[in-house]
Nanobody, 126 residues
Framework: QVQLVESGGGLVQAGGSLRLSCAASARTSSRYVQGWFRQAPGKEREFVAAVTWSGRTTKYADSVKGRFTISRDDAKVTVFLQMASLKPEDTAVYYC???????????????????WGQGTQVTVSS
């Protein structure tokens, strides 16, 4: 069982930056891939970024490459999503997710992730 709590969303102007955090609580023996998805109004939830348990491998959606950076702390409790050069089209509810079946392979579809946070709103004004 993994519980996820996101924080850091808010309102920012285009070109600005935000950092999202996702704190995970799980059994100490748990190992997993952790990532971020987002869902804009009227659209399907889409993959944004993910990081392996070791932190050595990351994957990004093409739409955020070069602007967003995912990382995890040394304690492997919190995953961060640093978002820069934000655009109005980045506006969405951002969800933290865990794929408890993998530690080193990153998948990008929602069905591969079995634990989800409650979501945090990111709004980018033009």
């Amino acid at each position: 069982q993994v519980q996820l709590v996101e924080s850091g969303g808010g309102l920012v102007q285009a070109g600005g930056s935000l950092r999202l955090s996702c704190a995970a609580s799980a059994r100490t023996s748990s190992r997993y891939v952790q990532g971020w998805f987002r869902q804009a109004p009227g659209k399907e939830r889409e993959f944004v970024a993910a990081v392996t348990w070791s932190g050595r491998t990351t994957k990004y959606a093409d739409s955020v490459k070069g602007r967003f950076t995912i990382s995890r702390d040394d304690a492997k409790v919190t995953v961060f999503l640093q978002m820069a050069s934000l655009k109005p089209e980045d506006t969405a509810v951002y969800y933290c997710a865990v794929d408890s079946k993998n530690t080193a392979l990153i998948f990008t579809t929602t069905r591969d992730y079995d634990y989800w946070g409650q979501g945090t709103q990111v709004t980018v004004s033009s």
